[in-house]
C-alpha cells in the first residue's frame, strides 16, 4: 500500500465515523501521531515505589514532567525513614544533616542547591533558584538564605534515628561508604510527559558521616543529572566522586546522541567507572530514558535497580552489572 493510498483509506475511515471536519493536513498529522515514538514514562533509582507512582499521577493528568519530577523528588525528601535523603538522612561526621538537589527542565534550565541545613524539600529550592533567580547553584548560607525568603519552613531534620546511627559510629569513626542500598545517597527521577518533554531532578543527603562540608555528584548538572530534550536524560547515584570524575549523566546523553539505546548508553558509562580508582570498592548505579520512552539502568556491581512506571503500571527492574558476583 502507497503512502497516498494510506491516507486516502484513513481519511475515508474517519468520514464513514463522521469527523466530516478534519482536513488533509490534520489527517496526515493523526497518521504520523500514530506512529509517535514517545509515550509517558517515569524512572527513579532504586525501589522508589511511593515516588514514580507520584510522579505517574502527574503525567497520567496530563501534567508536564517538570511538576512529575518534582513531586516525585519530595516524596523521600519527607520520609524519616529514608535515610538517605532529606528529612531521616544520616549526617556528616558532625552531626549536621546537609542537603543537595537540582533539576533540570524540557527548555535546559536548571536549579541546585549544595550544602543547605534545615529545609525539608531542596528540590523544590533547586526549582525556584532555576525559576526566579540568574544562577544556577546557590550554596550553604546563601542557599538557607533563599530559600526562607521564599517561604520554605526551617526545620530539624536530624531524626532519632539518624542520631542514634550517627552516635554509634562516632565510637569508631570509621568512614567506609556501603555497596548499595543500605545507605544509597540519592534519588534521581527522570520523566517523559504526554508532550514529548523531559525532565530530571535529584535530590540527597549525601554520603552517610561524610567530611562537612562534602558535596557530591547529585547537585551537579552533568555529573548526577542531565537533561536534553531533543535527546533524552539521565541520572546517578552511588559513590559522587566516581561519577563526577566520569561526568556520568551527560556522557550518557551524549551517546544516546550519537543514536546509542539508553540501556547501551549506561552500560558503557557503568564501564567507564572500571578506571576510577577508590581505597575501598564502591557502587554506581545509572538510569536513562530518550525521547522514544526507551530506559536503560546499569550499575557497576550487582545489587542496583530502578523503578518504572507507564501506561502498563510500576515495575522494578534489577539492573545488569559490569561486574558479576
Not at 524512572?43 to 511511593?50: D, G, Q, S
Not at 525568603?149 to 536530624?158: A, S
Request: hydrophobic letters at 40%; glycine letters at 10%; aromatic letters at 8%.
Amino acid at each position: 500500500m502507497n503512502f497516498k493510498m494510506e491516507i486516502m483509506i484513513k481519511r475515508r475511515n474517519f468520514l464513514g465515523a463522521g469527523l466530516f471536519a478534519l482536513s488533509l493536513p490534520e489527517l496526515m498529522l493523526d497518521l504520523f501521531n500514530d506512529k509517535k515514538a514517545h509515550k509517558p514514562i517515569v524512572i527513579a533509582t532504586w525501589k522508589n515505589t511511593k515516588a514514580v507512582d507520584e510522579a505517574w499521577k502527574f503525567l497520567a493528568d496530563g501534567k508536564k514532567a517538570i511538576d512529575a519530577v518534582e513531586a516525585g523528588a519530595r516524596i523521600p525528601e519527607q520520609d524519616p525513614n529514608d535515610t538517605s535523603v532529606g528529612f531521616g538522612g544520616f549526617p556528616d561526621r558532625d552531626g549536621h544533616v546537609t542537603l543537595d538537589a537540582c533539576i533540570m527542565n524540557e527548555k535546559g534550565d536548571a536549579g541546585s542547591v549544595v550544602f543547605l541545613e534545615d529545609i525539608m524539600h531542596p528540590v523544590s529550592v533547586a526549582r525556584m533558584v532555576m525559576e526566579k533567580t540568574p544562577h544556577v547553584i546557590l550554596a550553604g548560607a546563601g542557599a538557607l538564605q533563599f530559600a526562607l525568603e521564599n517561604g520554605f519552613n526551617r526545620e530539624n531534620l536530624l531524626t532519632d534515628k539518624a542520631k542514634k546511627a550517627w552516635e554509634e559510629w562516632k565510637i569508631k569513626s570509621e568512614y567506609k561508604p556501603k555497596i548499595n542500598v543500605e545507605r544509597h545517597d540519592t534519588i534521581g527521577i527522570l520523566a517523559l510527559d504526554n508532550s514529548g518533554d523531559l525532565s530530571g531532578a535529584c535530590t540527597t543527603s549525601g554520603l552517610a558521616f561524610k567530611m562537612r562540608g562534602r558535596v557530591g555528584d547529585s547537585p551537579i548538572i552533568g555529573a548526577g543529572l542531565y537533561v536534553d530534550n531533543e535527546v533524552g536524560a539521565a541520572t546517578a547515584t552511588g559513590l559522587g566522586e566516581s561519577v563526577i570524575k566520569k561526568v556520568g549523566a551527560f556522557s550518557i546523553v551524549e551517546m544516546m546522541r550519537n543514536g546509542m539505546h539508553p540501556d547501551k548508553a549506561c552500560k558503557e558509562a557503568a564501564r567507564r567507572l572500571l578506571s576510577v580508582k577508590t581505597k575501598e570498592p564502591f557502587q554506581v548505579g545509572y538510569i536513562a530514558v530518550n525521547k522514544k520512552g526507551e530506559t536503560g539502568a546499569w550499575s557497576l556491581r550487582p545489587g542496583f535497580a530502578a523503578s518504572i512506571v507507564d501506561s502498563q503500571g510500576y515495575r522494578l527492574v534489577n539492573a545488569k552489572s559490569i561486574l558479576s558476583e
